[in-house]
């Protein structure tokens, strides 16, 4: 079945730092590629997504390329901030014709952002 | 609305009790899905609704499990005879788009946090 693989947290880091988070898949299918966010007290917000093989999705200064050699989707980011601080899930969604296609997430990295 | 909005927010319930969890989807937005998030783990698919077509309940964990959404609008989760292990956030999302859209995205609520003791 399909699986998502992201690195465990929590990632503690301090202002300014570079951030990666490691994502990598298995799908039997081809799927669209997701990063969400989850700030705390609120619900998940997509942050990018990508949907075919070298596809960069980016929003907020976050960047993450499809990469199908590899089956990763690795978040970046150049300088964080606190406000970054959050739980950020990679996701992917395997697109069928006329069937459902709920997202199939991985469990999460909790970030820590220090001043 | 302007957003996904579940209720109740948090909900204890004894062990064995029935409990009934509500989604209110943007309006006009014909996918929605519910999805199970326990402590510390991602978000697992339940069940999706079409408009007020279920067609996908694949992830519902038992038949103490039951999902409708009969005027394609409101969706109501209902957990029979509750267990501890069914202690979990239950969030519901939505979209304007039919299943299928590769770039298409979801709107998630805040969900429910439900404990069982």
């Known amino acids: 079945g399909d699986s998502v693989t992201q690195m465990e947290g929590p990632v503690t880091l301090s202002e300014e730092a570079f951030l990666t988070i490691n994502c990598t898949y298995t799908?039997?299918?081809?799927?669209?590629l997701f990063w969400y966010v989850q700030y705390p007290g609120e619900g998940l917000q997509l942050l990018l997504k990508a949907t075919k093989a070298d596809d960069k999705g980016s929003n907020k200064g976050f960047e993450a390329t499809y990469r199908k050699e590899t089956t990763s989707f690795h978040l970046e980011k150049g300088s964080v901030q606190v406000s970054d601080s959050a739980v950020y899930f990679c996701a992917l969604r395997v697109v069928e014709g006329g069937g459902a296609d709920g997202l199939t997430f991985g469990k999460g990295t909790h970030l820590i952002i220090q001043p | 609305g302007a957003g996904v909005s579940q209720s109740p927010r948090y909900k204890v319930a004894k062990r064995g009790q029935d409990v009934a969890l509500r989604c209110d989807p943007i309006s006009g937005h014909v996918s929605l899905f519910w999805y199970q998030q326990a402590l510390g783990q991602g978000p697992e698919f339940l069940t999706y609704?079409?408009?007020?077509?279920?067609?996908?309940k694949s992830g519902l964990p038992s038949d103490r499990f039951f999902a409708e959404r009969p005027e394609g609008s409101v969706s109501t989760l209902k957990i029979q005879r509750t267990q501890q292990e069914d202690s979990a956030v239950y969030l519901c999302?939505?979209?304007?788009?039919?299943?299928?859209?590769?770039?298409?995205?979801?709107?998630f609520g805040s969900g429910t946090r439900l404990t069982v003791v």
């Open positions: 999302a939505s979209s304007r788009r039919a299943a299928g859209g590769a770039s298409y995205g979801y709107t």
């Open positions: 609704f079409q408009n007020e077509a279920q067609l996908d």
């Open positions: 799908a039997t299918g081809y799927p669209s």
